[in-house]
């Protein structure tokens, strides 16, 4: 998957996933998602290590504290992909921990992929995510279910490139008048 000119988008930038799982992160179920999120990013190009595997609720917001706020600027994540989190149970607070660090939303993505996911499940509409950006870094809340995650991808992928460049302020909006 590369960009218009055929080069990878991801090249030199820095990518990081977040697996919002209280069984994953006790080690009492596999994570399923974070390998084909780390993957795709990957083969887009971006430096992205393992998934962060964490706890609901309080780890989640910790976790996107340290890419988005602790880490030096230059060094953070340019996208950041949390799955999991995102429903109705009581610890499930990702848009929320997420929405906080945030300086712009961009809703129209969480309801793109809102409506990729009613194409296989009702349920996908319970999905709570948000998407947006701090500073450079573009952030994005996939639900935490494998077809999920999926559905996020088809939806997000052919926008990254777009994304990314207009976070950076790269975009060639033509001249202005």
Known sequence: MSGENG????VG???AVIIASTSAARGEAADTTGPILVDWLRGRGYETPDAI?????EPVGDALTQLLVDTPEADRPRVI???????????DRTPEFTAEL?????????????RK?????SSAVMSRGVAGVRGRSFVINFPGSKGGVKDGITVIDDLLEHIQTSVEDTTDHGPRV
């Open 7 to 10: 080069e990878l988008l991801g």
């Open 53 to 57: 595997v964490v706890r609901d609720g």
């Open 102 to 114: 945030l300086e712009r939303q961009s809703p129209g993505l969480i309801y793109a992929m809102w």
């Open 117 to 121: 996911g009613l194409e296989s499940t």
């Open 13 to 15: 930038r820095k990518a």
């Open 81 to 91: 992909v949390t799955s999991g989190g995102t429903g109705l149970a009581p610890d």
